[in-house]
């Protein structure tokens, strides 16, 4: 099994900033790529950023110039830095991760979600 625990949610007034993380865990034997989607009520989930294994990222249009994606591949873990966030930013943040397990199974993997609430 494999376990993708996040934090680093909360509530934040128009312009601030947070940091997510998410922390993978349990029959891993490697990452590929790893994300954050959000979903807010009444939308569609959508992707904010992705990064692969060697640190190629990719962006939501939305998101661009404000959020930074990282990872530390030692730690298994993967950031999302939200700067100058706005309200519509508020969402359930997920994390995702390609993992092969040490079946050499590769399964997509989320994780139990984040609130993200920016308001006054």
């Known amino acids: 099994q494999v376990q993708l625990v996040e934090s680093g949610g909360g509530l934040v007034q128009p312009g601030g900033s947070l940091r997510l993380s998410c922390a993978a865990s349990?029959?891993?034997?490697?990452?590929?790529?790893m994300g954050w989607y959000r979903q807010a009520p009444g939308k569609q989930r959508e992707l904010v950023a992705a990064?692969?294994?060697?640190?190629?990222?990719n962006y939501g249009d939305s998101v661009k110039g404000r959020f930074t994606i990282s990872r530390d591949n030692a730690k298994k873990t993967v950031y999302l830095q939200m700067n100058s966030l706005k309200p519509e930013d508020t969402a359930v943040y997920y994390c995702?991760?390609?993992?092969?397990?040490?079946?050499?199974?590769?399964?997509?993997?989320w994780g139990q979600g984040t609130q993200v609430t920016v308001s006054l």
């Open positions: 990064i692969t294994s060697g640190g190629r990222t």
């Open positions: 995702n991760a390609a993992v092969v397990t040490t079946m050499y199974r590769l399964n997509d993997y």
């Open positions: 349990g029959s891993i034997f490697s990452i590929n790529g």
